[in-house]
């Protein structure tokens, strides 16, 4: 199995797209012609991330978060620091592994996961 796509609520689809594009690192890409207002969002040429616009996102936010398997440790985090995004890192316990969960708009948070070579 593997992520086909998530789904994303928002309130304000520039501001959501802006933070997947410049803060996680998607490319804007193709979407079929729905009646609501969207984008999607591609990495290796795969549609990952669907975002739809709504009037109001619930409490709980857009959703809790997804957990992505990144590629480059290094680049998030200069590219998350020179964006000013909001993120904290932590480790898995007993394997090694890298975790940087980053705020976005709508209360969204974004889990990207960097698996220890060694483990």
Do not use: C
């Not at 991330?49 to 709980?60: G, P, Y």
């Not at 398997?69 to 394997?95: M, N």
């Amino acid at each position: 199995m593997h992520i086909n796509h998530v789904l994303v609520r928002t309130t304000n689809l520039t501001a959501m797209t802006a933070f997947w594009t410049d803060v996680i690192g998607l490319e804007l890409g193709d979407r079929p012609p729905f009646r609501s207002p969207g984008a999607w969002l591609y990495s290796n040429g795969q549609p990952l991330i669907h975002i739809i616009e709504v009037d109001q996102v619930n409490a709980d936010g857009s959703f809790d978060h997804v957990a992505l398997e990144g590629a480059d440790y290094q680049a998030l985090t200069s590219r998350l620091e020179q964006r000013g995004a909001d993120f904290r890192e932590t480790s898995v316990p007993a394997t090694g592994a890298r975790q940087v969960f980053v705020a976005g708009p709508d209360q969204l948070k974004v889990e990207l996961l960097f698996p220890n070579p060694q483990h």
